[in-house]
């Protein structure tokens, strides 16, 4: 069974930077797209980013495009997600999980980690 731990989440100010880390274990990580999520308070959790298996292809929400890049480190089992160029509508709970890369589909979620932007 796959487990997915979240980390880097934190306070920063508004244009400030943080480096969110997703360590999984129980799956063969390198078999799977991996995606980032996010969920305000009071909204929908939504899409936020994903990687294909093999780290070639990325596709990210409109909302993030340009500002925050995903990656990952199969030999580490490890997704990143690099976000530059915070805003205060960015603050969420942050979220990996296993996802299909064509539907943006998430499944097998971590537990989160919060990010907190103030303006």
């Known amino acids: 069974q796959v487990q997915l731990e979240e980390s880097g989440g934190g306070l920063v100010q508004a244009g400030g930077s943080l480096r969110l880390s997703c360590a999984a274990s129980g799956v063969i990580f390198s078999s799977y797209d991996m995606g980032w999520f996010r969920q305000a308070p009071g909204k929908e959790r939504e899409f936020v980013a994903v990687i294909s298996w093999g780290g070639s292809r990325t596709n990210y929400a409109d909302s993030v495009k340009g500002r925050f890049t995903i990656s990952r480190d199969n030999a580490k089992s490890t997704v990143y997600l690099q976000m530059n160029g915070l805003k205060p509508e960015d603050t969420a709970v942050y979220y990996c999980?296993?996802?299909?890369?064509?539907?943006?589909?998430?499944?097998?979620w971590g537990q989160g980690t919060q990010v907190t932007v103030s303006s």
């Open positions: 999980a296993v996802t299909t890369f064509a539907t943006r589909q998430g499944r097998s």
